[in-house]
């Protein structure tokens, strides 16, 4: 089907110069544009449509107001912004508002990237057909995820401290896990980054800088939603299986990996819509993380963490040292209590040589990676599970 594109500026010069630049792309995509805020929402109500690519300064309705109401109303389009602020509480607008973000003037290259990008439906990661629209529309809706109120603060503290600098911030954001979804969409984004490729927590946390993340961190409940249900538990198991694969995965691997980790249930965390409770969260995860632009490895190791895995001898890969640690941690004191064990395939993963061969007790490993979680989610040092119940 032909993908429909919605442009919104309130200065005609801007939109006649996209419609000329993109004049390419016709064959592509089925363009339209907007003067108006209220113009595109009566288009919209109209004719479904794709991709919103709008403008943040507007009179009237700016931007950020008139994506809020299409995340609200259309929430299965995507949201693309295109600004030229800088100031921080701009940039804390424009996160709120888009799925995608581009500096204005737009680059041609650009636009057409993020929106190939948004329209490609690769098989493996994706769902189609009506489920895929129900899956859209749940990810679609979410602007962050919810983080508990503590973790934020511990977050305000590290960052305050004289001694703060990136790799506090780093250390922090590695135990928060909404706030390391919002952080690896915006360093995806040219409007926040100068970096062409963001590939570890790290790399988004050095793209975004500590006074954006300070920002973001003392936006409230504007961005982050309240707890939901099992919050915690939930925080806790990604983070003892983000810190254990940091020790299974290659070096090359495991940036990827440690993402795809401490992000793999994102799904949970956002809410589900309304008289649709049984939509997978799992694919509600991976439609979010596609959505916010993060590497394809992390995606799809995100999409497979669920799968079985019969890694070739050569290595584990990215998405298989996820699944390895997710079997190692279920086996302590931060499994997910709704997942079994699976033992005959975490004993089938512990002999590829990859595990075999490293000189590391793995379950050991497992046990002290949750331990060092829970002393987190609780707000304090926390010796080992095994030294705890011993």
């Known amino acids: 089907m032909t993908t429909r594109v919605l442009f919104v500026d309130d200065e005609p010069r801007i939109l006649d110069g996209l419609r000329r630049s993109l004049r390419a792309y016709r064959h592509r995509w089925e363009m339209a544009f907007a003067t108006s805020g209220a ?109 508990p109120p503590e973790h934020l603060e511990q977050v305000r503290k590290l960052l305050g401290r004289p001694d703060g600098d990136l790799a506090s911030a780093a250390y922090a954001v590695a135990h928060n896990v909404g ?64 810190d254990l694969v940091a020790l299974i995965a290659s070096p090359g691997n495991r940036p990827y990996a440690h993402a795809a980790a401490l992000l793999q249930d994102v799904g949970r965390f956002a809410r589900q819509p309304a008289g649709d409770p049984d939509v997978s969260t799992r694919a509600v995860g991976v439609e979010l993380l596609r959505l916010w632009g993060l590497p394809t490895p992390v995606v799809a190791a995100v999409a497979q963490r669920d799968r079985e ?22 086996q302590t004191d931060a499994r997910d209590p709704d997942d079994d064990a699976h033992d005959a395939e975490l004993a089938s993963l512990l002999a590829h040589p990859q595990l075999a061969n490293a000189p590391t007790d793995w379950l050991r490993a497992a046990d002290d990676a949750a331990a060092r979680a829970e002393g987190w989610t609780a707000g304090r040092e926390s010796r080992s599970g095994r030294e705890r119940r011993s």
């Open 39 to 147: 113009q595109a929402l009566e288009m919209l109500a109209a004719t479904p449509h794709d991709i919103v690519l709008s403008d943040m300064r507007m009179p009237g309705m700016d931007g950020a107001e008139l994506l809020t109401r299409i995340s609200q109303n259309h929430p299965e389009v995507a949201r693309v912004v295109l600004s030229g602020h800088t100031e921080p509480a701009a940039a804390i607008r424009v996160a709120i508002a888009g799925h995608r973000f581009l500096n204005k003037p737009a680059d041609v290259e650009q636009v057409a990237g993020v929106i190939t990008e948004l329209t490609a439906r690769p098989s493996r990661t994706a769902e189609v057909g009506d489920e895929g629209q129900r899956v859209r529309r749940a990810a679609g809706a979410v602007r962050s995820l919810p983080t």
């Open 179 to 242: 706030l390391a979804a919002k952080l690896f969409q915006l360093a995806a984004s040219p409007f926040f980054s100068s970096r062409t490729r963001v590939t570890s927590l790290g790399n988004a946390v050095a793209a975004v800088g500590s006074p954006t993340i300070r920002s973001l961190a003392d936006t409230g409940e504007l961005l982050w939603p309240g707890p939901t249900p099992r919050l915690a538990e939930t925080v806790r198991q990604a983070v003892a299986t983000a």
């Open 309 to 330: 895995h019969t890694p070739d001898a050569s290595g584990l890969g990215v998405a298989a040292a996820v699944r390895a640690a997710y079997l190692l941690v279920q």
